[in-house]
Every structure is written in C-alpha cells, then in structure tokens.
C-alpha cells in the first residue's frame, strides 16, 4: 500500500526575487553529493556539550527570525546557553512580528547585508534560492548533521532537483485524522491506525448507527479542502494543481473525489453541514465536538492543542490511503525553515544550529516554538519529559512515515479557493453533481491559472 489575487503570494515572492538579484551573484548550481547524511545522531546532554566548549578567534554571527514573545523569549535563551558552549561566539538576535520581515529579509540581501543565519518559508526560500548563489549548500558541509532529519523531508522541502539542499527545516506541521476516543469507546468502535477511504465511510457509518446525535468527522472549508487534495493524488498520481499551471484533466478522478465528499453527507458519515458550518471560522468551537459527539477531527497538527478540550481523550491515525494509491498523499510541510548564507562565518552558524537542534538544553528551553521540532531526538527528547503533547508528535511522526512531495503553492491561491469553496458547499447540499463540480473545477480553476501564468 503505498503508502491558497492575480496570486498575492506569487507577485511577492517575485517581487523578492527581483530585490535578490541586485544582491545576489547569478546562480552557479552546487556540487551534488552522494545523499543524505546517515550518521546516527542523539541529543547531547550538558554536560557533554559544556565539555565540548569551543575556544578560538572571536566571531559574531546575525541570525533573524519572525516570531511572537513566546518565540522571542526562548530563542533568546537559547542564544544565551550558547555562550557556555561557545564563549568566542557572538550569536546577534534579530527579531520581529511576520509584518516586513521578508520585505526587510529581500532589501538586505539585496544589499548583501543579509544575517549568517535566516529563518524562512519554505517557498520563499525556495525561490531565492533557484536563481541566486546566496545560501550555503547543507550537502556540502560535514559540520550539521542531516541525520537529525527526516531524508524525504529534507528532501521534498528546501531542496532542488539537482541535489542542492539550501534550507533545513525549524519545525514540522502534518495532516492527519485526529480521534477522540471518548466518542469511539462510548460506541465500542475502534478506528483503525490505517484505511482505506471505503472503510472509512463504513467505520463512520457504524459510529452514527450506533447514536444518531454521532458522526464520524466534522471539519471546515480548508480541511476539506486538504482532505480531497490527497485523495486525488493518490487516485491519479498528481496534485490537483501543478507547478507548472496546470490543473488535473482527469475528469473520473475528480468524480470519484467529489462523489466520497458528497457520500459522507448522505451517508451520515459527516456532521451535517446544518450545524457544521456556523463554525467553519473556529472550528475549535464546534458545539457538536465540544460535546463529545464528534469521532474524528482532520486537521494539521499545529491545531491538534487548539481542539482539544477537557475530558477529551485524544488519539491521532493516518489518513485514509487507498489499495490502489499511487501516490500517498499524506501532507507534512515545514512550519519555517532555517538558511544560512555561505560566507566565511558558514561553519560557525551550522554548529549554532547544530546547538539548537540537539543539545539537551536547547531542546528544553525551545520546545514547540517553532511547531513541533523538526529533529527527531528533539521530540523524542520532549515527548519522554512530557515537554511536548504526545498526540502532536505521534501525529508528525504516522506523518513523516509516508509523507508525500508537497502540492503545489499554487493551490493556495485565494482566487482557487473562491472556487473551490462554495462548489465543495453546493455538494455538500446535493445543490450541483459530482460530475458538475469536476467540470466546474477544471474550467474555472484552469482559467485563474491561465492568468496568473501571464
């Protein structure tokens, strides 16, 4: 089993590209290397990492990040923990609100004035890096260990078709069912850790036979949204919008997509969209979940804290993968990524982030502000004190299992969504057919593509 103007995004990030290359000298592609670094890696206690303190030539490096106080705060004292490790090592915070920060990120780069270390999106990242030389190719260093990391991850995010690796991941958000138990025990209905999307329906009929006032998931215009999207992929093999403009052409696939959407409706499998929909805003408010009347939640991970309420008892499974998948569809993607630019100070700024990602006492005082860690040791480390909510870094973990390539940034086009939403409510109310909504999808979404591609 295999396992979102013309695009306000877009013009920016061309935007940015534009300020880079002022800045930036033509994109010469790094050298490939042999693969992921394999090395086996663990959390270095402090005592281990005090020991190991560096000694050498005085060095400071900047290093930027967007972010809330709690964020700000505990970077800040991380950066502080460091001086034990490295007391010839300056790390000079730079921080802000997401407002400007990339604006402010681009005119610096531009300048070559840019910090040794950024954090960033994962897109924007992603299209600097494709057109200029700026940023340090982690393939090429031996100093941070890749091992930390998740090599399909690595791989699908931040790095290029031709081996470069110019970002690494700060935190890890996935989608996934979550279950709350208190609902499926009341019932005597177990949810199995892995389905197909016909047992699925049969599991969420079983839990509404068994209570009418029960369903087997409720959700919101994006999460469905989302939940369609890996459907698709797994049935034809593609995202249902491409890089390249382009939106799925297989009518059949998109039929059997929206005919699953409309049967959990008839079928009693979905909450009614009736009492589901005043919530799709806050869907953490649901009166239906509050009540324990709700089996399943889809959602990212970075949302699970947010549902959960008291007396619930919370479990997380993979979404549904068909027999005959041919792709998994399963969503992970970066909550931020980290680059570092390649100058004389690169080896210095990895081992920082080397600190951040493995030492005990990093770990311990970053946590989850910047999601759930994206170093395996770290959430590990967190899960066993209790640091970090289990249901959250088992979901990522079922997640990274069988993650995907990730869809296009082009389905997240607020002119795609003008689409998609209100045909997938129409459905939802039997208002339009599974085979109008897959025309409507493919000529409406393909002309906002056609448009933006100008």
Known sequence: MLRRKKIYSLLTAVCLSAAVLSGCTGNEKGKETDGQNQRTSSVQTETQSTAGAQTGDAVEIRFAWWGGDARHEATLKAIEAYKDIAPNVTIVPEYQGWDGYEDKMATQLAGKTQPDIMQVGYTTIMSWGEKFDCFLDFKSQDTLDLGLFDENFINNFGTYADGRTIAVPAGI??????????????????????????????????VHEANPDYYMITSNDDNWNHMLRSYIRQMSGRWSIEDDYTVIQDKEVLVSAFTFLQTLFKEGVAEPMETAYPYYANIA?????????????????????????????????????????????VITMPSQMFAVTDNEKSVEALKFLEFLYSDQTAVEILKDCRGVPAAGVARDLLAKKDMLDPVINKAVNIALENTDAPPSVLSENAEIYGVLFPLMQELCYEAITPEDAADRMIEECQEILDEMKK
Do not use: H, R
């Open 173 to 206: 958000s996935s989608y996934n069912l979550v279950v709350n138990k208190t609902v499926t025990d009341a019932v005597g209905i177990v949810v199995p850790d892995q389905m197909t999307w016909e047992e699925f329906i049969e599991t969420g009929k079983k």
């Open 285 to 329: 408010e649901n009166k239906k979940w509050l009540s324990n009347e709700i089996a399943c939640f889809y959602c990212a991970s970075s949302a699970i804290g947010n549902i959960k309420a008291d007396g619930m008892n919370l479990d997380v499974v993979s979404i549904p993968i068909a027999d005959e998948a041919k792709k998994t569809g």
